[in-house]
């Protein structure tokens, strides 16, 4: 390390004095390896080596003198190999056995010079390997010259440079800058006691260590004498002039260090200590200055120091408390803060070395960090070969046989003035009720209990084990639910609590604890592990859940949008959280970084509590856990155990395996007499079952041997026989064998009353030596004063190989020691391997930092975190590695992490680095198909592979095994041997999981038999059953020997369905169990499938699958949900799935019966193939499956479509092709665009029928327009209709043309909806009708008394595409009866269906898949998809997000603005001047005209109240919009596939963009229906066939109809005869011959005509409802003139109604009183006329209009006058008219006559 020394050389000096040079920093010296490597080559060129030693010797030595030389040579090597130790290396061993060499060059014996030189340098050694060096050494010397000797010995330091100065030996260090001469007042020389001292040799201390020590000693409290003999201890008698120079000048050392307020030596010190230090480089220059080792460590000291000195002053105001030198301190808090922000700003610029923080990390003092090891003085020794820091205290013992260090236990922490124990009685009713049975809290927890139960702080408590943290953990529990109390109720599904435990075992544990603290709260505790698994329901109903960091981390994963559970949890506590540095730490780095995003991005409270055992780095842990250190860190270390306890590290030197263990018995006896002796009870842990026994029988043999029997035997007493007697009960052979001497044994593998036994008779003390497993501490609270743990090697079933006993495992054993009613202390003992003693005695005192084990697992987690969408891009990713602990540790040691200084310099937040890291990660995780990362923009994406693997939790490098080795044509063996190569595969519980992943690639890969095959290859895992039994064997309650014989007999399910009971019974030779068997038969889930198909076009498919339960359900067989199965639509020729879609069978279908319809559409190719399968699976059942065949001889494609209209290329038309002013000014702009333009002629100038199918924003509203114009210019009186699907629509075309038509053209426009309902007259004179499809339909049926339907001259359908929806029937009838007013007036048609392309503003579209079967999860899921889409396609321009229900559109909204929270500018959005994002339902497409440049169609479902499930929006509402308006595009909510299009429609905004964007995020198996949607028309179908009865008994109603053949006619004019002859299939029609329609059609009329007679609206029976058609079938017998008929059938109205709003319960709507109004002649019962008025409140004259008779002469007419409403009020009048011929009429003509009646 000397290039290191030489350059901090350099820059001491230069601080020193007032040379400076430049230093060119550019020079690669970033390598240090290689550097150092240099730097080692160097050295063994020029120092004394072995090899140079052996040359030497042969070249000055004959062969045979070099015989007996070479012998000893040996000699000093192997004991160099001694005192080394082997286990360091060839190399170490030559270079100790050079040091021996040099050491004992010239020396007769072993002196204490040379002891003391050995042992600084390797610690303890065996002193007769010494003397074996010694001897040999003197007999080498023997056969040369001591010239030779000195030559060989000097040439090596001539070379080795040690007659150059090193750089600033020569330098005299001073304290002040400027006067170099001050230094002379201090005669003490560090430097020359040490170049004494060690004679030269290297590894002893170095100059700062020991100036580092003399300080500390100089500035303690002690007076002089007892200094002195502490430094003599230290120095040895060498010393004797140092000492007696540092006790003269002591109190002038102190104060020269830190006083003297303007001077800046102090701050010129302490930055040069910064670069002095770092533990890789300790350079050797001569310094002469005695405090010179980390200025600020000392500072910080000084400052504790300080505290306590002032706190004892108040203590013990009046005693002399103080002692020359530290009397004269003064210290001032202010200049030190100052002090460390310069210290702080110098080090910027300075260079940083490796772990320079981790020896300071201790630099201000936290309120709550009780660390006795941070102010303690530790020494350093070498342990086992390695350097390791030890509590001064530590007593040491060396031998042949082991190595034992020895850590008293510490004094327990004297009681603050502060501290104030918590009494239960004094907290609130919440706290009482839970810590109930309990006085007072320990000390932990009372230190804690202020931040704990009344603060949301963040908290991370280091404490030894069996401290308490559990209560801590309570009180943290008390805290959540405090706040969700109101009015004395506790909310309970207002919060969750997840507690995660690292093991299983501890898990279930917790849950008992927790579960019986928080039961009188009302508070439910659960287990979430791999054993128990919960449903939704469950997790829903707990508020507390105790998991593992795996089960937690795949519950994360998965439920992003999961509101009701990680949104939920308010409190996360952590337990053992020093498992970071462990395997699984990176598991709860993903857990935490994923809890803190989501606070970040929610802007939600989740509280952290993270609960470690001691850890030396615990700021580190703090910083990662966001937890306060100022508030919320709690450090408390091994003088807060409840029993101090004191540890003993022994390790066995041999390394033969069979001495090992033979030393081991032999040290562990020792160590178990030696307690016994003192009279305490041990504890021996052992690794096995087996062990225990055998640890124990060698035991008692030895202390039978050894004649030590009598002290291990229990004291004889009346228990004692009671004792003895339970022993003797046991069926446990050892335990009854071993008892009577004391001994005994306890594991897993007892039975549970044996253990049981066992803890109570240790308890009780009749056992003195209990020999266990780990178990026992894990699971059973059992204490005793000492344990042992024997032999650290553990087999690990997992690695197939034996392991290191966990830490983890000794810190719980370790808790066990001492009892806390009984012992002042307790004592840990743990025999290991030599080799393995540096390793538990660095974990166990905490030396070494943990260090982040993530990037080993940084692909999974990065993938975990993409498929949750959480992360999208590199920019991203690099933010959430700043979440993880990795990251606090790089930045803390960089070196450790392959990071350079300079790299560290450069980038002192590692952005450069982190980037560089997911960079990396996404290359291999995109080459392996799990992610698309697209290098150019940053932007990652999920797989389905990537997804699979992270809900699977299936590792990257199990990920590249199937990529390599998976395909869709692997037999069960090939399966079995691809799972037994994947590294989860571990475990081979984890086989289930493994295969289930394979079976979720395959479905997604589509391979229909490899699909089959793992589904049922993951079942008979599950079920541990092969697929080939009986499926009966999944039931407990068959026994095996029935079981046995029905699959001898080759019983199979379907046969047995068919079998009686007692059949069965007979069969199986065991009458009773027929009826057993018989009811499992019928539990095992069973469905029967039915399929129907519709083309939709010649390549799409539409399957509408019913499925009906088939099976008995039973809710200890099936659970209370329902059972889940997979489907899908296999083609077996191409082995291809074309669909698959997961369903549950809920409990209440199968009771009821009650089939469950599943629609999807499927691709279909030509030549047609001959039929595809649809295989059902259930998911959990072997043996249950149906298959349903789809057959494709009777298929009939439809027609192909015409072909689309051509946009010509014309010059725009000015709108002064109008030729009329009035209209010319009603537009704001000066040409109509092209699609206007092409049809403007046969709008304007032609009375021609027209379809217009263009996109949305195409100007079709301009189009009705024009068609408008050309009626008010030619038909003056005649009427326009405009018919508009939604009510919004028909509100915003009023609003419009009330202004534009009605004031500036001065024509009336009326609105007739079911709001608006004006009175005939206003209908009567208006000159446009805007009215929905519904109303005209009412309005139309009876046209041939209205005369303004006759009127009508235009009608204008918006929108006809929604013939294809549910309202289809509806257009197609006023279409139909249009048709039929008008038949025989033959008009020329105008068809313009424009292709989709053809828009204002094109449009660009893009669709995601999102997989998952839940819908809320998956929208959850789409939110950052949108929102990535936002910023991506348009970050500055209106965006229309269309969603399914009010709910989502909350939802969404709320997850956008926490993805802005996280942006750098959240207020983004806010900057447009018109409304940035705006997230609405469907309905918006129609109903506002409120068009953006993005349209983000989020989801194609809805919920269907009727049904209780999501369904989708009916495809040929997609269609329609395509085919007819064509214009499916933007991001879009689909609520039908029309709203799709619509919404889509609202992509791009024609005076502003040129171009608009739709994206739409759909469910993943629906992804290829809506590609190819978009992308070829879908025609509409017609949906008249489901409603065809309610429109023929409107029309034979109206009389349009009166025969059957009227009715075949009628549907002849229908959308649906259409459609019918297109594609014949869609409708169930055969074939298209002229007879088989006939016979379709007369069977249709027929069905219709008699569900009709059947509800009694053709012929009226006795049904309430027949007052449903009273006024329809009074129209009738008022339209045909029978008098009678109508006044029965008023009667019957008033019969039906009494009310004002008139009473009338049965009929159907609430109604108005009224008055019919009847004209009939009695004579021939003919009715004349029929009017109906309305209530009459006062006088009221009205008119009636009737035809006279045509011959002239006298007649009486009769007035009846009628309520509508109330029996009993009717009048008549005799009206008698005289009829005279009216003048200048010919003859034949009809009078028309008016009655006034008042």
């Known amino acids: 390390m000397w290039g290191n020394g030489q350059k901090d050389g350099r820059s001491a000096l230069r601080s020193f004095s007032n040379v400076t040079k430049h230093e060119d920093y550019s020079e690669e010296l970033a390598d240090l390896t290689t550097k150092r490597s240099k730097v080692h080559a160097q050295l063994l060129k020029s120092d004394l080596t072995w090899k140079k030693i052996i040359k030497f010797v042969d070249d000055n030595l004959d062969k045979k003198e070099y015989q007996t030389v070479n012998g000893d040579l040996k000699t000093i090597l192997q004991a160099a190999k001694q005192i080394v130790g082997a286990e360091n290396g060839q190399e170490a061993i030559e270079s100790g056995a050079v040091f021996l060499f040099k050491t004992f060059h010239g020396k007769e014996c072993v002196g204490h010079d040379e002891t003391k030189v050995i042992k600084q340098m390797f610690g303890p050694f065996p002193s007769s390997s010494a003397t074996a060096a010694c001897n040999a050494m003197s007999r080498i010397a023997s056969h040369f010259t001591e010239e030779q000797l000195k030559a060989l010995i000097q040439l090596a330091e001539e070379q080795n440079g040690d007659n150059r100065v090193l750089f600033g030996k020569n330098i005299v260090f001073s304290f002040d800058m400027h006067d170099l001469d001050h230094s002379e007042e201090l005669p003490v020389n560090v430097g020359k006691y040490l170049r004494e001292s060690q004679g030269g040799n290297p590894g002893g201390p170095t100059t700062e260590d020991l100036c580092c020590t003399l300080y500390e000693i100089l500035a303690s409290t002690k007076s002089a004498d007892e200094l002195q003999n502490e430094l003599f201890e230290l120095l040895g008698p060498e010393g004797f002039e140092l000492i007696e120079k540092l006790l003269q000048n002591r109190a ?440 225990t026994v055998r640890t124990a029988m060698a035991l008692r043999e030895k ?255 199990t990920i590249e095994t199937f990529n390599e080795l998976f395909d869709a044509h692997k037999t069960e063996g090939d399966i079995l041997a691809i799972v037994s190569k994947a590294e989860e595969f571990e475990q081979i519980k984890n086989a289930a999981r493994i295969v289930r992943a394979l079976f979720e690639i395959a479905l997604r890969k589509r391979w229909p038999a490899m699909t089959y095959r793992l589904l049922n290859l993951s079942k008979v895992i599950d079920k541990r059953l092969w697929g080939w039994v009986s499926p009966l064997r999944q039931f407990s ?101 074309y669909h698959s879609e997961y369903f549950i069978i809920q409990k209440k279908q199968v009771i009821t019966k009650e089939p469950q319809l599943l629609v999807f559409t499927i691709p279909i190719f030509e030549p047609l193939p001959s039929q595809y399968y649809i295989r059902a699976v259930s998911d959990r059942w072997l043996g249950a499956e149906a298959v349903c065949i789809i057959n494709f001889q009777h298929l009939i494609l439809p027609e192909r479509h015409p072909p689309h209209t051509e946009l010509l290329d014309l010059q725009p038309l000015p709108v002064t092709a109008l030729g009329r002013p009035e209209y010319e000014v009603l537009y704001k702009f000066t040409h109509f665009n092209p699609i206007q333009t092409q049809i403007f002629h046969t709008l304007y100038h032609t009375d021609c029928n027209v379809l217009l199918g263009a996109p949305t924003g195409s100007g079709k509203t301009v189009a009705a327009e024009l068609a408008i114009f050309r009626v008010f210019n030619k038909y003056p009186t005649s009427k326009a209709v405009y018919i508009a699907p939604l009510k919004a629509l028909v509100r915003e075309r009023i609003e419009d043309w009330k202004v534009r038509i009605e004031e500036k053209l001065g024509k009336k426009v009326v609105e007739l909806t079911g709001d608006v309902t004006p009175d005939m007259r206003a209908i009567a004179q208006a000159d446009l009708i805007v009215t929905t499809p519904e109303k005209w339909d009412g309005v139309s049926r009876s046209w041939q008394n209205r005369s303004y339907v006759q009127k009508v001259a235009i009608l204008i359908i918006d929108e006809i595409h929604l013939l294809g929806d549910e309202r289809g029937p509806v257009l197609e009838v006023i279409v139909s009866r249009t048709n039929f007013i008008s038949s025989h007036t033959e008009k020329p048609m105008g068809l313009f269906n424009f292709r989709p392309s053809v828009r204002p503003v094109p449009l660009e579209v893009h669709i995601q898949g999102f997989p998952g079967q839940h819908y809320c999860p998956r929208m959850a899921s789409m939110n950052k998809p949108a929102f990535q889409a936002i910023r991506s396609h348009s970050p500055a321009k209106p965006v229309l997000i269309f969603v399914s229900s009010r709910r989502q559109t909350r939802l969404t909204a709320l997850d956008l603005i926490a993805f802005l929270a996280t942006e750098d500018d959240p207020k983004q959005w806010l900057k447009m001047d018109e409304r940035e994002v705006l997230i609405a339902t469907s309905t918006l497409a129609w109903g506002v005209n409120f068009p953006a440049h993005l349209v983000i169609v989020k989801g194609t479902e809805y919920y269907d109240g009727k049904t209780r499930r999501y369904v989708d929006y009916p495809i040929t509402d997609i269609n329609t919009f395509i085919y007819v308006s064509k214009q499916v595009f933007g991001l879009y909510i689909i609520v039908s596939l029309a709203d799709v299009l619509q919404m889509m429609g609202r992509a791009g905004r024609p005076q502003f963009d040129d171009q608009g964007k739709a994206v739409i995020l759909v469910h993943d198996i629906k992804k290829d229906f809506y590609k190819k949607f978009l992308y070829e028309p879908f025609p509409v179908e017609s949906s008249l066939l489901e409603v065809l009865a309610d429109h023929l008994n409107a029309e034979i109603a109206a009389g349009t109809i009166t025969s059957k053949q009227d009715a075949m006619d009628y549907i002849t004019w229908t959308y649906f005869f259409r459609r019918l002859i297109m594609n014949p299939t869609y409708y169930n029609l055969d074939d298209v011959s002229h007879d088989t329609v006939n016979k379709y059609l007369s069977s249709l009329v027929e069905k219709s005509l008699f569900d009709l007679e059947g509800s009694y609206c053709i012929e009226v029976g006795e049904n309430a409802d027949e007052y449903t058609d009273l006024p329809a079938m009074l129209d009738v017998a008022a339209h045909h003139g029978w008098l009678v008929t109508a006044l029965n059938i008023t009667n019957l109205v008033q019969m039906g109604k009494q009310d004002s709003k008139a009473m009338a319960p049965r009929f159907p709507k609430v109604k108005d009183e009224g008055w019919f109004l009847i004209l009939g002649e ?28 045509e011959t002239p002469g006298r007649c009486i007419y009769t007035l009846y006058l009628m309520s509508d409403s109330y029996l009993g009020m009717d009048q008549q009048y005799d009206i008698y008219l005289n009829i005279v011929p009216a003048q200048g009429t010919t003859e034949g003509t009809e009078a028309r006559s008016h009655l006034a009646l008042k």
Request: proline share 4%; net charge positive.
């Open 252 to 691: 002038w050392i102190l104060q020269r260090s830190l006083t003297g307020p303007n001077d800046n030596r102090f701050q010129a010190l302490q930055e040069q200590c910064k670069k002095f230090i770092g533990e890789n480089a300790k350079p050797n220059y001569g310094c002469q200055v005695t405090i010179q080792s980390e200025q600020e460590k000392l500072l910080m000291k000084q400052y504790r120091r300080e505290e306590k000195r002032n706190a004892r002053k108040e203590k013990q105001a009046g005693e002399d408390g103080e002692v020359s030198g530290e009397g004269q301190m003064c210290f001032d808090p202010k200049e030190l803060r100052m002090q460390r922000e310069l210290a702080l700003l110098n080090a910027r610029s300075m260079p940083v070395l490796g772990r320079q923080r981790e020896m300071s990390i201790e630099k201000i003092h936290y309120p709550h960090v009780y660390d006795s090891r941070a102010e303690a003085m530790k020494t350093s020794a070498f342990i086992g070969g390695a350097k390791v820091a030890l509590p001064e205290s530590v007593q040491r013992e060396n031998n042949k046989m082991y190595e034992e260090v020895k850590i008293p236990h510490s004094e327990p922490m004297p009681i603050g003035i502060e501290e104030k124990i918590v009494y239960i009685k004094d907290l609130d009713e919440i706290g009482q009720l839970a810590f109930k049975g309990m006085k007072r809290l320990n000390r932990i927890q009372s230190i804690v209990f202020e931040t704990a139960y009344n603060t949301n702080e963040n908290m991370l408590i280091c404490a030894p084990t069996g401290a308490g943290k559990t209560n801590i953990a309570m009180l943290t529990i008390l805290h959540e639910i405090r706040q969700h109390v109101q009015h004395g109720v506790i909310k309970k599904d207002e919060f969750k609590i997840v507690y995660v435990a690292p093991m299983k075992a501890l898990a279930a544990e917790m849950t008992n604890y927790f579960s019986k603290r928080l039961e009188p709260l009302g508070i439910t505790v659960k287990e979430l592990t791999g054993d128990m698994q919960l449903s939704k329901g469950e997790i829903l109903r707990t508020q507390m859940l105790v998991t593992t960091p795996e089960k937690w981390d795949v519950v994360t994963r998965k439920s992003v949008g999961d509101v009701a559970l990680s949104q939920l949890v308010k409190l996360l506590i952590l337990d053992e959280v020093h498992l970071l540095h462990e395997d699984r730490g990176p598991v709860l780095e993903s857990i935490v970084a994923r809890t803190l995003r989501q606070v970040e991005s929610t802007q939600s409270m989740i509280r952290i509590l993270g609960l470690s055992a001691t850890l030396p780095n615990y700021l580190d842990v703090a910083t990662f856990l966001h937890v306060n250190p100022y508030i919320g860190l709690f450090y408390f270390d091994g003088r807060f155990r409840p029993v101090p306890l004191g540890q003993t590290f022994i390790g066995i030197k041999t390394t033969n395996k069979v001495q090992q263990l033979n030393h081991m018995d032999e040290v562990c006896y020792e160590s178990v007499l030696k307690q016994i002796m003192a009279g305490h009870q041990v504890m021996v842990f052992v690794h096995a079952r087996n062990a």
């Open 703 to 957: 202390a039978k041997n050894n004649g030590h029997i009598c002290h291990f035997l229990s004291p004889q007493g009346s228990e004692y026989g009671q004792a003895e007697k339970q022993v003797q009960r046991s069926r446990n052979k050892q335990l009854r064998e071993l008892f009577p001497d004391g001994f005994s044994i306890h594991h897993a593998g007892m039975l549970r009353q044996d253990r049981s036994l066992v803890e109570n008779l240790f308890s009780n003390g009749h056992i003195k030596v209990l020999v266990c497993t780990a178990t026992l501490a894990w699971g059973v609270n059992l204490p005793a004063h000492a344990v042992v743990i024997k032999g650290t090697q553990i087999y690990a079933a997992k690695r197939g190989s034996f392991v290191d006993l966990g830490i983890l495992d000794v810190m719980q054993i370790f808790g066990r020691a001492g009892r806390p009613q009984f012992d002042k202390f307790g004592e840990g003992i743990i025999i290991t391997t030599h080799d393995k003693l540096s390793h538990y005695l660095t974990l166990l005192t905490q030396q070494n930092p943990i260090e982040s084990q993530f990037l080993e697992s940084l692909a999974d987690n990065l993938n975990a975190e993409i498929a949750l969408g959480t992360v999208t891009n590199v920019e991203e990713a690099v933010k959430w590695i700043s979440y993880t602990y990795l990251y606090v540790r790089m930045r803390a040691n960089p070196l450790v992490y392959g990071i350079s200084h300079k790299a560290y310099q450069m980038d002192p937040v590692l952005e450069k680095h982190r980037e560089q890291l997911v960079i990396e990660v996404g290359r291999k995780l995109d080459k392996a198909r799990m992610i698309r990362f697209e290098e150019r923009t940053g932007f990652f994406s999920s797989t389905d592979l990537g997804r699979t693997a992270s809900h699977y939790y299936i590792k990257y490098n």
């Open 1037 to 1137: 309650v068959l026994p095996p020997s029935v079981l046995s014989k029905l699959e001898e007999k080759n019983l199979t399910i379907d046969k047995m369905k068919d079998m009686r009971k007692d059949e069965i019974g007979h069969m199986l030779h065991h009458v009773k169990i027929g009826l057993k068997v018989k009811q499992c038969v019928h539990q095992i889930p069973s469905i029967i499938m039915e399929a129907t198909i519709q083309p939709i076009t010649r390549t799409v498919l539409r399957v509408r699958l019913n499925i009906a339960p088939d099976f008995t359900w039973n809710d200890q067989v099936h659970g209370s949900v329902g059972e889940p199965w997979w489907i899908w639509v296999e083609d077996p020729t191409n082995d291809h799935i």
């Open 1722 to 1749: 009695v004579d021939k019962k003919e009715l004349i006329a029929l009017k109906r008025t309305g209530y009459v409140r006062n006088r009221n004259t009205v008119s009636v209009a009737f035809y006279t008779p």
